[in-house]
């Protein structure tokens, strides 16, 4: 199907390799079957959510806990995707442009022209500065 020249992962581990050794992994972070909560830093020993009393772990057959987690969630860090999108010329053109590019007429085109961002300049002016 593919090009015998081609530069694709032979499977999903060596991706996984190549993403993080980008710095564009993620994180694994159990959470409630309910979604009451992460269990987390401070709540990451927990074995049962302390809102609903679910537990944190599948059953077995067998009647026994595992450490099969009922639900998780995986976090994105955002700074290294940022600190990537940085790192090449051609996107940091598109990546200040809000800030040197926008045309200011009332019309909403982009987030930028939304009154939540203008409302975050107004509040962090020093902040807004740098594009």
């Known amino acids: 199907m593919l090009l015998t020249d081609n ?17 564009l992994g993620y994180e694994k972070i159990h959470a ?11 709540y990451e020993t927990l ?3 302390p809102i609903c009393k679910e537990s944190r772990f599948k059953m077995t057959s067998q009647n026994r806990t595992t450490k099969i987690p009922q639900k998780v969630m995986r976090y994105l860090p955002l700074k290294p995707r940022l600190q990537r999108l940085y790192m090449s010329t051609h996107t940091t053109t598109d990546m200040r442009w809000h800030k040197e590019k ?11 022209d ?8 107004r509040t962090f002016p020093d902040f807004a500065a740098n594009p």
């Open 102 to 112: 926008r045309v200011d007429d009332d019309v909403m085109r982009y987030p930028a």
């Open 32 to 42: 409630c079957k309910n979604n009451c909560m992460l269990f987390y830093k401070e």
């Open 114 to 121: 939304g009154e939540a961002w203008k409302e975050f300049d």
């Open 7 to 23: 530069c694709l992962p032979k499977d999903h581990r060596q991706a996984q390799k190549v993403l993080n050794g980008l710095g």
């Open 47 to 49: 074995d049962t959510c």
